[in-house]
């Protein structure tokens, strides 16, 4: 069974940084794609960032991340980090990762971690 796993998350002041790690582990054939979302409460949740496999497509950000934020993916640990830099209060969410990934039926199936929360506040 594939399973995505967050880790890294946590309290910081604000201009800090934090690191977000994403691990996939199960029977995976191939990753399509790689994503970073955020839900603050009271809000819907947003796309963050996202990191696509295949050559020629750059990765994608968030129009509130731009600049600061930036994602990496480790393909020979099924991995994805997201980096984030010169937090505010505004970046204060639970942070998820989901993966486009074909397991051992063959098939394509997309799957969410369970969450880390990032909380920015002096």
């Known amino acids: 069974q594939v399973q995505l796993v967050e880790s890294g998350g946590g309290s910081v002041q604000p201009g800090g940084s934090l690191r977000l790690s994403c691990a996939a582990s199960g029977i995976i054939r191939s990753i399509n794609a790689m994503r970073w979302y955020r839900q603050a409460p009271g809000k819907e949740r947003e796309l963050v960032a996202a990191i696509p496999v295949w050559s020629g497509r750059t990765t994608v950000y968030g129009d509130s991340v731009k600049g600061r934020f930036t994602i990496a993916r480790d393909s020979a640990k099924n991995t994805v980090n997201l980096q984030l830099n010169n937090l505010t209060p505004e970046d204060t969410a639970v942070y998820s990762c989901?993966?486009?990934?074909?397991?051992?039926?063959?098939?394509?199936?997309?799957?969410w971690g369970q969450g880390t929360q990032v909380t920015v506040s002096s």
């Open positions: 989901n993966a486009d990934i074909v397991g051992s039926e063959g098939w394509t199936s997309r799957y």
